[in-house]
């Protein structure tokens, strides 16, 4: 089956740096998006990689290993509007969307 | 340029009535998808529609139906509901018209219809 992982939940300081991870199983490969859903509110897009290496925008860049079936979305310079879900989906082979359950991140003060 | 438009944005039924969602695509979006999102679950997708024609479908059961309009508007009805259905429903729609060029572009959402059924 087709299956794509992260972390349930992550905490991380305001004004720090955090990396979220996603680690993808699937039938084929058509590129990775990242998304940020904050609560109540619908998810819009981040990122999006098809080639190995670092993507970056502003303070958020976004990295694949598609031999080792990877990313993570770097967040840099923590602000507490950055507290939403952020969410992984990868396009198969069929050109369908598989996504992760997503990461809920929390910023402290 | 308008966003994705969904109606309504809260709903509440009980078992066994039957329901049904709408959406709008942003204006020249001509693919729209749907998804079922629930606590924990993450995104779970429904169906595609493109050019009013059913493109994927994702593992839910027949209870569970879609359709497009020939102006990109969207319809999913969900019959018989279920405790179980009870969950938000997201709309998404995406600019081009085949899946290669697909590939590299994002899907944008609407605030989705919150549906509870008691």
């Known amino acids: 089956g087709q299956n794509i992982d992260q972390p349930t939940e992550m905490t991380a300081t305001e004004g720090a740096i955090v990396q979220i991870n996603c680690t993808y199983q699937t039938s084929g490969f058509n590129g990775l998006f990242w998304y940020q859903q904050h609560a109540g509110e619908a998810p819009t897009f981040l990122s999006y990689?098809?080639l190995d290496g670092l993507e970056e925008k502003g303070r958020f860049s976004s990295f694949l290993s598609r031999s080792k079936g990877y990313s993570y979305l770097l967040l840099k310079e923590l602000q507490m509007k950055d507290s939403a879900s952020y969410l992984c989906a990868v396009r198969d082979s069929n050109y369908q969307l598989i996504w992760g359950a997503g990461t809920k991140l929390i910023i402290k003060p | 340029k308008a966003g994705v438009t969904q109606t309504p944005r809260y709903l509440i039924k009980t078992r066994g009535q039957q329901v049904t969602l709408s959406c709008s695509p942003i204006s020249g979006h001509r693919s729209v998808s749907w998804y079922q999102q629930t606590p924990g679950q993450g995104l779970q997708f429904l169906f595609e529609y493109f050019s009013e024609t059913q493109r994927n479908k994702g593992n839910f059961p027949g209870r569970f139906s879609g359709r497009q309009f020939s102006n990109s508007r969207s319809e999913m009805n969900v019959s018989t509901l279920e405790l179980g259905d009870s969950a938000l429903y997201l709309c998404?729609?995406?600019?081009?018209?085949?899946?290669?060029?697909?590939?590299?572009?994002?899907?944008?959402f609407g605030d989705g219809t919150r549906l509870s059924i008691l």
């Open positions: 990689n098809v």
């Open positions: 998404a729609s995406t600019l081009p018209d085949t899946a290669s060029i697909t590939s590299n572009q994002p899907q944008h």
